[in-house]
């Protein structure tokens, strides 16, 4: 089956909603009969995915191939840069790490030969879909970087894909940013600008038209449509920008307090999606700078770097206020990299994480973590060992996550494990995983989407409900039991939005 028809997504600048507007197509395609892909050529992203082959993949391209119905693979995002530190990053090229890399050495050594990295994935798409959906990064019209832009224009020259631009007008200068985008543009490239989409508005229709209308004059470019500001839409993002505009759901007054900390290099965020929205419950991200108050379960989520966040929860006396929130009691979870930092001991002596050698962790679970270079990514199915606390009513319950990590850690003074792995990438096995404290309230894993495991999220949950006098929770209540609804919201709310006919047209799939 062989698909040339493809459209691409490019923003006038990072966080306009590509990706999930990218999103809605693939349902919209997959919905109308089109067995439909995403791509994206590279991704810097410390959201990731793994692949049912064990290969890392940028979050956004796994939820769009939810969203389309299809499997993830490495071919949807075969280049994926994931900061370290300052200027470095680890580069993932189809779905396992390369090397790390300064941004002058990636630029100057590894984008030349990318180009067939790119080509290679889109024929083979090509050949196995319909349709592709392809997400464009940052802005195509950076002018410092073009020469060697290989995720915008030049996907799009190698797809021969026709060009939606889309931009943010919650942000301002919606105007200016879609023709300055233009005017910045080689005259082969605004060629293949074939639409004009407005994101995340929120206002009077009757004041925008105005503004409309010129823009198509004076671009000669249509509108294909105004897409409204969906709040707390509960489908995953690329990555921890988004917190920037929306880090606090369920108001003050909420019986139920969840906090997370917002680590300097916080990754795979996406796991504290499955408590937003929940009856009764506020999800707050802990800001540098603020304190993390009298929650009743407090999340260390993942980390690109544990050595340098544990550095910065020690810097900030957060450290403290988690030992103290441990003591009265509260429940604390460490996913991934949070898991380390609960553990006594990080040991980095190759420098692998960064060059601060070992450290002394928080002390609340006792684990020691040693980094090396192998890195860890599966698929994971695995079954609750516990009998501490309220795991011991889930002993036995089998669960599904994903693992994307560096650091190997082990049971020391005879702790218990939260969990054992039995399949790997499909593949069987038998590896214990995790932790958890005497009355089983501190816990940690290394299996991200451990919480859209509906069985864990209610244990816990209706646990804190109980002692504060509330009803159960049911399944129907949690997140992870909602995601193919939200989808379907979604794509219905793009395609009402949104002139699909003119989008059909302009990819060649119907008649003008």
Same mark, same amino acid.
């Given at each position: 089956?062989?698909?040339?028809?493809?459209?691409?997504?490019?923003?006038?600048?990072?966080?306009?909603? @590509?990706? !999930?507007?990218?999103?809605?197509?693939?349902? *919209?395609?997959?919905?109308?009969?089109?067995?439909?892909?995403?791509? @994206?050529?590279?991704?810097?992203?410390?959201?990731?995915?793994?692949?049912?082959?064990?290969?890392?993949?940028?979050?956004?391209?796994?939820?769009?191939?939810?969203?389309?119905?299809?499997?993830p693979?490495?071919?949807?995002?075969?280049?994926?840069? @994931?900061?370290?530190?300052?200027?470095?990053?680890?580069?993932?090229?189809?779905?396992?790490?390369?090397?790390?890399?300064?941004?002058?050495?990636?630029?100057?050594?590894?984008?030349?030969?990318?180009?067939?990295?790119?080509?290679?994935?889109?024929?083979?798409?090509?050949a196995? #879909?319909?349709?592709?959906?392809?997400?464009?990064?940052?802005?195509?019209?950076?002018?410092?970087?073009?020469?060697?832009?290989?995720?915008?224009?030049?996907?799009?020259? +190698?797809?021969?894909?026709?060009? !939606?631009?889309?931009?943010?007008?919650?942000?301002?200068?919606?105007?200016?940013?879609?023709?300055?985008?233009?005017?910045?543009?080689?005259?082969?490239?605004?060629?293949?600008?074939?639409?004009?989409?407005?994101?995340?508005?929120?206002?009077?229709?009757?004041?925008l038209?105005?503004?409309?209308d010129?823009?198509?004059?004076?671009?000669?470019?249509?509108? +294909?449509g105004?897409?409204? #500001?969906?709040h707390?839409?509960?489908?995953?993002?690329?990555?921890?920008?988004?917190?920037?505009?929306?880090?606090?759901?369920?108001?003050?007054?909420?019986?139920?307090?969840?906090?997370?900390?917002?680590?300097?290099?916080? %990754?795979?965020?996406?796991?504290?999606?499955?408590?937003?929205?929940?009856?009764?419950?506020?999800?707050?991200?802990?800001?540098p700078?603020?304190?993390?108050?009298?929650?009743?379960?407090?999340i260390?989520?993942g980390?690109?770097?544990?050595?340098?966040?544990?550095l910065?929860?020690?810097?900030? =006396?957060?450290?403290?206020?988690?030992?103290?929130?441990?003591?009265? =009691?509260?429940?604390?979870?460490?996913?991934?990299?949070?898991?380390?930092?609960?553990?006594?001991?990080?040991?980095?002596?190759?420098?692998?994480?960064?060059?601060?050698?070992?450290?002394?962790?928080?002390?609340l679970?006792?684990?020691?973590?040693?980094?090396?270079?192998?890195?860890?990514?599966?698929?994971?199915?695995?079954?609750?060992?516990?009998?501490?606390?309220?795991w011991?009513?889930?002993?036995?319950?089998?669960?599904?996550?994903?693992?994307?990590?560096m =650091?190997q850690?082990?049971?020391?003074?005879?702790?218990?494990s939260?969990?054992?792995?039995?399949?790997? %990438?499909?593949?069987?096995?038998?590896?214990?995983?995790?932790?958890?404290?005497?009355?089983?309230?501190?816990?940690?894993?290394?299996?991200?989407?451990?919480?859209?495991?509906?069985?864990?999220?209610?244990?816990?949950?209706?646990? *804190?409900r109980? =002692?504060?006098?509330?009803?159960?929770?049911?399944?129907?209540?949690?997140?992870?039991?909602?995601?193919?609804?939200?989808?379907?919201?979604?794509?219905?709310?793009?395609?009402?939005?949104?002139?699909?006919?003119?989008?059909?047209?302009?990819?060649?799939?119907?008649?003008?």
């Open positions: 089956m062989r698909a040339n028809r493809s459209i691409m997504v490019q923003g006038t600048s990072s966080n306009v909603g @590509k990706s !999930l507007l990218c999103t809605a197509l693939c349902r *919209i395609f997959a919905q109308d009969g089109y067995l439909t892909a995403p791509f @994206k050529a590279q991704n810097m992203a410390l959201n990731s995915t793994v692949t049912p082959e064990g290969g890392e993949i940028g979050r956004a391209q796994g939820v769009q191939a939810e969203a389309a119905g299809v499997a693979s490495v071919l949807m995002n075969p280049i994926l840069m @994931k900061p370290k530190q300052d200027n470095q990053a680890q580069i993932i090229t189809l779905g396992v790490p390369y090397a790390d890399m300064s941004a002058t050495a990636y630029r100057h050594d590894f984008l030349p030969g990318a180009v067939s990295i790119v080509r290679d994935c889109l024929d083979k798409l090509q196995q #879909y319909e349709v592709l959906v392809i997400e464009g990064a940052g802005s195509p019209a950076e002018i410092n970087l073009k020469d060697r832009d290989i995720v915008n224009m030049k996907t799009a020259q +190698l797809a021969d894909a026709p060009v !939606l631009l889309a931009a943010d007008i919650d942000r301002g200068g919606v105007f200016a940013s879609l023709i300055g985008t233009l005017e910045l543009l080689e005259p082969l490239e605004r060629q293949r600008i074939k639409g004009f989409i407005i994101n995340k508005f929120r206002g009077d229709m009757s004041l038209q105005p503004g409309l010129f823009l198509s004059q004076r671009t000669g470019i249509p509108v +294909l105004v897409v409204p #500001y969906w707390d839409h509960g489908i995953d993002e690329e990555d921890s920008v988004c917190l920037a505009e929306e880090n606090d759901w369920g108001g003050d007054h909420a019986a139920v307090q969840v906090a997370v900390i917002q680590l300097p290099h916080i %990754s795979n965020f996406t796991d504290i999606n499955a408590f937003i929205g929940l009856p009764d419950c506020r999800v707050r991200y802990v800001q700078g603020e304190a993390i108050g009298d929650a009743d379960l407090l260390i989520p980390t690109k770097n544990s050595i340098l966040d544990l910065y929860l020690q810097e900030h =006396g957060y450290n403290k206020q988690i030992c103290r929130l441990a003591d009265r =009691g509260a429940y604390v979870a460490g996913i991934c990299g949070g898991f380390q930092m609960l553990g006594r001991e990080l040991l980095d002596p190759q420098g692998i994480e960064a060059d601060r050698g070992s450290l002394r962790g928080l002390g679970l006792p684990v020691s973590t040693w980094f090396g270079a192998k890195k860890t990514t599966h698929q994971a199915r695995a079954e609750i060992i516990s009998d501490l606390g309220i011991q009513t889930l002993q036995r319950q089998q669960v599904t996550g994903y693992e994307i990590h =650091g850690t082990v049971l020391i003074d005879g702790g218990q939260l969990t054992r792995i039995f399949s790997r %990438s499909g593949e069987c096995c038998s590896v214990v995983d995790g932790a958890c404290s005497d009355n089983g309230r501190i816990f940690g894993t290394y299996l991200h989407g451990i919480f859209d495991n509906a069985a864990v999220t209610l244990a816990i949950m209706n646990e *804190i109980r =002692g504060k006098g509330l009803a159960d929770m049911n399944s129907a209540d949690l997140p992870c039991e909602q995601r193919q609804r939200k989808y379907d919201e979604w794509a219905q709310l793009v395609r009402d939005s949104l002139d699909m006919d003119k989008i059909y047209r302009i990819m060649g799939l119907r008649e003008d």
